[in-house]
């Protein structure tokens, strides 16, 4: 059996290009006793699949050749008996291709909840990091001023709902006019203003006259040492992402006066990974999800046809020209896929 | 009446020379009504006051030809009525100068706890830094490895112990053999490694095998960039003192990878202030004390004689020279002073 995919076709050198990927027809591989079989619906198009092209992160250095790793929602073709049931549909961490093999303990069962594609992001990783990041992490309270970068992002469009549905006021940061209207328009927030506008620090001080309680970091980098002085005493700095790290070939500098400014404001500055709340994810979707239903949580989702589109995609991400949740549609949802509203009966997947 | 001053003659250009200084003899300026006139006995020595000849840190910009800022003991020498007695003996933020003028509201009562010159660090700002830093910001536990950055200084030596009285391992870093050998044998650190060592990465990893939990940072600067690669998981950052900025002429660039291995590691960095803790300093002075008294603390102090010893020590501190408590003692004890052991009935300084 043949399988399409796309490979690294070089180590990037600086800000991403479409040069940096190959598609390629490849054979797929027998598949081991324990493994699962899928062939592919929907794939993410995420931050960390850059970040991976560069060097060892969270997981290893991909080496040209390899195939994009990426989480994959796919139905199941073949797999061992005691495994995921044929043509069921799973989660899995694999990679931009039709068909993958992957180990049964490292794919998830998918609720029948919301639509299939929002297990890849806003019911998926994406959703779990901005809920934990910003009820526990940030500890958002009503009447605070929360700002969010990469606020037009998978992570960070939901971040700032759920801050604004916690009774904050929510101050956005994207790289372009057209993010920040939408995020004013469509998602509640309050402000939203463009890093790269030469008037960005007073951009920033005018959209935070009281300043700033919570700062929810998607991009990391420099930008940071241009919020703190917008901070309040006893601040927050939630580190959630690292995207402006991920499209560079070497690492950012930090801010130069971090620890002076965390000490003279008692700022508290925390990173976290959804793992860390893992007995709680399954509450967590439930919640997300019926914030969404209830119409006080808007998913934004900008899914392209095809595997082709995939690398496209991932270049505008970081050119900063997507909105909401990136992902790849592969094929349609099954006839096997039935969405439904959750019931205390159910049992929501507890690994996305 | 007459006063001799040490006053910054220039500001510094790198490291902190003798030639940044200059000593004088002024009038005192006449007392304001709400003011004491306090006879100088005991003047700190600290890392703020070398960051304040640089530029606005916590307090504004010092200017050449004024007084080095400090802490002060000194006698009441006059003062309004419903101010402090005349001849007793309380702190205040005030200078390197024999007689200063300060406002009332600017001075602190000084319990009969401990010897006299252990208000200006141990049961002062320093020991209660080290004591909420370590007790509460750093929230150490039994059985943890604790790792503290400037571990001979007036703050880090204190940090150290209270940390290893909370059963915890301690690894102190210094600038010299001599120190090491002196947290080591005097002081119950586990290991204590030398930051010039040209062996650093490997020496701090042999003497943390089992990964760091806390690191108590006293330096600031590149340091923390180094210390990244030994914290566990969930691991705190405690920023309390960034003396290797403060010796600066330019701001020193943080770790370009900070946030990434925040959020690889779920750790937490956080700054703080001692007055964050002001309704416990009492309470807190009062264990430093009895931890003291029952020899589970030792305060290092290390007292120069005469007003002139000051500018060198400072100097020499940012040198790596001098191990526990700085300070200058201007004057002996006074009679009205009398040391004796904290009871219920005391009322210990709320104000250090």
């Known amino acids: 059996m043949l399988s399409t995919q796309i490979v690294m076709a070089r180590r990037p050198s600086g800000p991403l290009t479409q040069d940096d990927f190959r598609t390629e027809t490849v054979a797929v591989p027998e598949r081991p006793a324990d493994h699962v079989l899928l062939r592919t619906i929907l794939v993410s198009v995420a931050p960390a699949a850059r970040a991976v092209m560069q060097g060892p992160?969270?997981?290893?250095?991909?080496?040209?050749?390899?195939?994009?790793p990426a989480s994959v929602l796919g139905e199941v073709v073949a797999g061992p008996p005691g495994g995921p049931r044929i043509g069921s549909i799973v989660g899995?961490?694999?990679?931009?291709?039709?068909?993958?093999?992957?180990?049964?303990?490292?794919?998830?069962?998918?609720?029948?909840?919301?639509?299939?594609?929002?297990?890849?992001?806003?019911?998926?990783?994406?959703?779990?990091?901005?809920?934990?990041?910003?009820?526990?992490?940030?500890?958002?309270?009503?009447?605070?001023?929360?700002?969010?970068?990469?606020a037009a992002g998978g992570v960070g469009h939901l971040a700032g709902q759920l801050a604004r549905a916690a009774g904050a006021r929510v101050v956005?940061?994207?790289?372009?006019?057209?993010?920040?209207?939408?995020l004013r328009d469509?998602?509640?927030?309050?402000?939203?203003?463009?890093?790269?506008?030469?008037?960005?620090?007073?951009?920033?001080?005018?959209?935070?006259?009281?300043?700033?309680?919570?700062?929810?970091?998607?991009?990391?980098?420099?930008?940071?040492?241009?919020?703190?002085?917008?901070?309040?005493?006893?601040?927050?700095?939630?580190?959630?992402?690292?995207?402006?790290?991920?499209?560079a070939d070497r690492p950012l500098p930090g801010p130069p006066d971090l620890a002076v400014t965390l000490i003279a404001k008692s700022l508290r500055m925390q990173g976290f990974l959804v793992a860390d709340f893992q007995p709680r994810w399954a509450q967590a979707q439930r919640i997300l999800?019926?914030?969404?239903?209830?119409?006080a949580l808007t998913?934004?989702?900008?899914?392209?046809?095809?595997?082709?589109?995939?690398?496209?995609?991932?270049?505008?991400?970081?050119?900063?020209?997507?909105?909401?949740?990136?992902?790849?549609?592969?094929?349609?949802?099954?006839?096997?896929?039935?969405?439904?509203?959750?019931?205390?009966?159910?049992?929501?997947?507890?690994?996305?």
Chains 1, 2 share one sequence.
């Open 57 to 68: 992160t969270y997981r290893p250095q991909l080496q040209p050749g390899e195939a994009i």
């Open 92 to 150: 899995a961490a694999a990679a931009w291709q039709e068909y993958s093999t992957v180990p049964v303990d490292q794919t998830w069962p998918i609720a029948p909840v919301g639509r299939l594609s929002h297990h890849l992001g806003p019911l998926g990783r994406n959703g779990l990091t901005a809920y934990f990041g910003v009820s526990e992490v940030g500890a958002v309270q009503a009447g605070q001023t929360v700002l969010v970068s990469g």
């Open 172 to 182: 956005g940061i994207t790289g372009s006019a057209a993010k920040n209207e939408f």
């Open 186 to 247: 469509r998602l509640g927030y309050a402000a939203a203003i463009d890093r790269r506008s030469p008037t960005f620090d007073d951009d920033l001080k005018a959209a935070c006259p009281d300043g700033v309680s919570v700062y929810f970091d998607t991009v990391g980098g420099p930008l940071l040492g241009r919020v703190l002085p917008v901070l309040t005493r006893h601040a927050r700095i939630v580190c959630c992402g690292v995207t402006a790290q991920y499209d």
């Open 289 to 295: 999800h019926d914030l969404e239903h209830s119409g």
């Open 299 to 352: 998913f934004v989702e900008d899914i392209r046809p095809g595997l082709a589109a995939a690398s496209a995609a991932l270049v505008e991400m970081f050119d900063g020209g997507n909105v909401g949740q990136l992902a790849v549609r592969l094929a349609p949802d099954p006839a096997t896929w039935s969405a439904g509203l959750p019931t205390a009966q159910d049992d929501p997947s507890d690994a996305p």
